[in-house]
């Protein structure tokens, strides 16, 4: 296909910031980038490193607020924007960030339409939604079966330790702890552990603010019940 105009939607509940130099640079192999937007809750402090990149990329943020619990709204948000741009412009390729495979049929829709699908997600992504993309591109270091393994009682065992009374832990202790056992972050694809943990599906996060001025925020987290 030849190179067109292009549309990147990035669910960025879903996506580290880190990654975005790497979809960029790749995406804008196929054309040139007409509509760029991120969605989410941006009131959240857990998307507060997003927040820098926007207006340096020139990132349209979309808001949308979780109103009701276990219901993701900019999931929906970002697939109504995509019909809507599918039908409205002379769009060519549409790149979808996002590891959720909530965004299966969306790929196969544009797809039947004859445009061009770039996917972009972390590993956990279901081969669903990358085989639903004319192509996909894994962020992040691609690690075996046998490395999650390992990863995952890694964290899991410095989660535990790490526990507060309330059931939570710091995740400035939950670091140490893995410090001083030779976890190495980098070998995971991350330069931050705060990075490393959001994309786990089987923990928890929270934020916190401390201390007298109540600006700053400290991440906690704790292991899902599943």
Same mark, same amino acid.
């Given at each position: ?12 509940? =879903? ?41 340096? =990329? ?121 410090? =001083?056992?030779?976890?190495?972050? =980098? ?40």
């Amino acid at each position: 296909m030849l190179p067109g105009k292009i549309c990147l939607l990035i669910d960025a509940e =879903n996506i580290s910031p880190y990654y975005l130099p790497d979809i960029i640079s790749d995406i804008k192999k196929h054309g040139t980038i007409c509509i760029l937007r991120a969605y989410g809750d941006w009131t959240n402090p857990i998307l507060s490193s997003w927040q820098k990149l926007l207006s340096q =990329n020139g990132i349209q943020p979309i808001q949308q607020f979780r109103l009701v619990s276990g219901k993701n709204a900019s999931d929906f948000a970002m697939l109504i924007d995509a019909m809507d741009i599918l039908y409205q412009t002379d769009i060519h390729t549409f790149g979808l960030v996002s590891s959720d495979s909530d965004f299966t049929s969306l790929a196969i829709r544009l797809k039947e339409d004859g445009k061009q699908v770039l996917g972009y997600g972390e590993i956990k992504t279901s081969s669903a939604f990358t085989s639903a993309c004319s192509s996909f591109f894994y962020l992040g270091k691609e690690i075996g079966s046998k490395e999650k393994s390992i990863l995952m009682s890694e964290l899991i065992e410095a989660i535990r330790a790490s526990l507060q009374k309330d059931g939570w832990a710091c995740l400035a202790m939950v670091g140490l702890y893995l410090k =001083n056992n030779g976890f190495d972050l =980098n070998s995971y694809g991350y330069k931050k552990l705060s990075d490393l943990i959001a994309a786990q599906y089987f923990i928890e996060i929270k934020y916190l603010t401390v201390g007298a001025d109540l600006v700053c925020k400290q991440m906690y987290v704790k292991l899902k019940n599943l």
